[in-house]
């Protein structure tokens, strides 16, 4: 997966900065969009709402498919599957706010 051995070259990590901004900007960008259909009174039910249904769309899905692609414990799967749940719902509420 890497080119070599040893550590990550430093354009993986500038990649991965670029990569999860962009992704932050989607997030954010398909909650202005939605902001209207999402149920709540507050902006963390707003939130916690919006994090759960990205996180039933990708983060789900994505975890199913990671069963049948890759070849990983099934724990490890469960593991990052719980923990993007979280990381989607802190974020939703965090955008939420912003947005607000």
Same mark, same amino acid.
Request: hydrophobic share 55%; glycine share 12%; net charge positive.
């Given at each position: 997966?890497?080119? !070599? *051995?040893?550590?990550?070259? @430093? *354009?993986?990590?500038?990649?991965?900065?670029?990569? @999860?901004?962009?992704?932050?900007?989607?997030?954010?960008?398909?909650?202005?969009?939605? *902001?209207?259909?999402?149920?709540?009174?507050?902006?963390?039910?707003?939130?916690?709402?919006?994090?759960?249904?990205?996180?039933?769309? @990708?983060?789900?899905?994505?975890?199913?498919?990671?069963?049948? %692609?890759?070849?990983?414990?099934?724990? %490890?799967?469960?593991?990052?599957?719980?923990?993007?749940?979280?990381? !989607?719902?802190?974020?939703?509420?965090?955008? @939420?706010?912003?947005?607000?």
């Amino acid at each position: 997966m890497m080119p !070599n *051995e040893g550590p990550p070259p @430093a *354009e993986f990590y500038y990649y991965s900065l670029i990569f @999860a901004f962009v992704g932050g900007l989607i997030f954010t960008g398909v909650y202005t969009v939605v *902001e209207k259909g999402v149920p709540g009174n507050t902006f963390v039910k707003k939130g916690i709402y919006y994090g759960l249904l990205v996180w039933l769309l @990708a983060g789900i899905t994505g975890s199913l498919a990671m069963v049948l %692609l890759i070849n990983l414990p099934i724990d %490890l799967i469960v593991y990052w599957t719980v923990t993007s749940l979280i990381i !989607n719902l802190l974020a939703g509420v965090a955008i @939420a706010r912003i947005v607000k």
